[in-house]
């Protein structure tokens, strides 16, 4: 299953609200997860089942969509949320990650 | 508390063969629902899911490297190793392991190694 982020980078100041979508080459139901990923850090998983927001996670996050077409939405950016950001289905084997979407300052 | 870590070479010569180990703590691979991935990243590149081990020792891999590839878990030691054959320079990247505990539901990855990174070249 292919998944296909967009756009692949932007640019926002802090306090706009930001939308990167993900979009399955098939049917994934809710099977979708979003990960952060900062400069020589690991992933941080920050929702699960399209819309289900890990513990911890500031609530500016939100996770939206099922099918083939999922959302995510920061909606107020902070300075910590200037990052690379990844889509990953989960519905089948073998599972993938969408090519990321960079999130820089404007 | 959940902990991983990766280890292994840093440099590696075209041909040879990877081992990574993945030790974990904080949870146990025989319990239901516990899994252990492993995911590569080449440089300012994205991520890439590469193959991945369960509670009932099942295990699954990247279309494109399953004949690379081959995932294995030791219990008693809390870890889990992936073999990579024939490494090429295009190989090289930051090799991560990470933790999926099903009772979220999916095989999300709730928790990540630090990463190791590893170089393909002569």
């Known amino acids: 299953i292919q998944l296909t982020q967009s756009p692949s980078s932007l640019s926002a100041s802090v306090g706009d609200r930001v939308t990167i979508t993900c979009r399955a080459s098939?049917?994934?139901?809710?099977?979708l997860a979003w990960y952060q990923q900062k400069p020589g850090k690991a992933p941080k998983l920050l929702i699960y089942a399209a819309s289900t927001l890990q513990s911890g996670v500031p609530s500016r996050f939100s996770g939206s969509g099922s099918g083939v077409d999922f959302t995510l939405t920061i909606s107020s950016l902070q300075p910590e949320d200037f990052a690379a950001y990844y889509c990953?289905?989960?519905?089948?084997?073998?599972?993938?990650f969408g090519g990321g979407t960079k999130v820089e300052i404007k | 508390q959940v902990t991983l870590r990766e280890s292994g070479p840093a440099l590696v010569k075209p041909t040879q063969t990877l081992t990574l180990t993945c030790t974990f703590s904080g949870f146990s691979l025989t319990n239901s629902g516990m899994c252990v991935s492993w995911i590569r990243q080449a440089p300012g590149k994205a991520l890439e899911w590469l193959a991945i081990v369960d509670w009932d020792d099942d295990k699954h891999y990247a279309t494109s490297l399953k004949t690379r590839l081959t995932i294995s878990r030791d219990t008693t030691k809390n870890q889990v190793v992936l073999t990579m054959t024939n490494m090429d320079p295009v190989d090289t990247g930051t090799y991560y392991c990470?933790?999926?505990?099903?009772?979220?539901?999916?095989?999300?990855?709730?928790?990540w190694g630090q990463g190791t990174l590893v170089s393909v070249s002569s």
């Open positions: 990953q289905q989960l519905d089948s084997f073998p599972l993938t």
């Open positions: 990470a933790r999926t505990n099903m009772g979220r539901g999916d095989f999300s990855l709730d928790y």
């Open positions: 098939q049917d994934i139901s809710s099977y």
